[in-house]
């Protein structure tokens, strides 16, 4: 059984792009949360996401990010018109269940978005 | 708001010593607490958790402490190797995990 997978695990982008992230779950999980992480701080997160639906997303940004988890295929974490401060290491986490239950999450090696 | 902070940014420990590394959160209502250990570069790796009805859960060479009254939480690890250098975060769950901001454990061989 594969592990949490996150790709691309290094993204450069210029200031206006567009970032994909995606992110795998381990098999048979159906709960995905987004965290991103600045150098030398603590993990933030973001959103909270099962099967076709946004669950939490208290900690997204307003403007520029989404995030998806469609019924097929990856989680996407989408940042639009990446600006430098967006510079940080993004790290998605699954757990079959919800965690509140003591049910443990597995986490991705992450995806490290360096905007120039 | 609800936050999960650490006492200490750095620990340094001599190799075969026992660390203690410390944590408080502000949220009473938690009963899911985790350790994690983050490896430069890596993602998190799940160390050891315990309930809120719990004080105190062993591992191997880990030990977890719950003081509710307090809120603190304690990782202790025995007989500290090398291996164990990292970051170790604090987490609770609420729905979603909030993590403290690390404490980077350094041992000296």
């Known amino acids: 059984n594969a592990g949490v997978m996150q790709n691309p695990r290094h993204l450069v982008r210029r200031r206006g792009q567009e970032a994909r992230l995606r992110c795998s779950p381990m098999?048979?999980?159906?709960?995905v949360y987004w965290y991103r992480q600045l150098p030398e701080e603590g993990l933030k997160f973001m959103v909270y996401?099962?099967?076709?639906?946004?669950?939490?997303e208290s900690g997204m940004p307003k403007e520029r990010f989404s995030a998806e988890f469609p019924k097929e295929g990856p989680s996407i974490l989408r940042i639009q018109q990446v600006v430098r401060g967006d510079s940080a290491a993004y790290f998605c986490?699954?757990?079959?269940?919800?965690?509140?239950?003591?049910?443990?999450?597995?986490f991705g090696q992450g995806t490290r978005l360096t905007v120039v | 708001g609800e936050s999960v902070g650490l006492h200490l940014p750095t620990l340094s420990v001599q190799e075969g010593d026992n660390s203690i590394i410390n944590c408080a959160y502000s949220?009473?209502?938690?009963?899911?607490f985790i350790w994690y250990k983050q490896e430069s570069g890596k993602g998190p790796q799940f160390i050891i958790d315990?309930?809120?009805?719990?004080d105190k859960r062993q591992g191997q060479r880990v030990t977890v402490l719950l003081n509710k009254t307090v809120k603190h939480l304690s990782l202790q690890i025995a007989a500290t190797q090398p291996g164990d250098s990292a970051v170790y975060f604090c987490?609770?769950?609420?729905?979603?995990?909030?993590f403290g901001q690390g404490t980077e454990l350094s041992v000296k061989p």
């Open positions: 986490a699954s757990s079959p269940r919800d965690i509140g239950d003591g049910t443990e999450a597995f």
């Open positions: 098999k048979g999980h159906s709960h």
């Open positions: 996401l099962q099967k076709e639906n946004i669950i939490d």
């Open positions: 949220n009473s209502a938690s009963d899911y």
């Open positions: 315990i309930r809120s009805n719990m």
């Open positions: 987490a609770e769950t609420g729905g979603k995990l909030i």
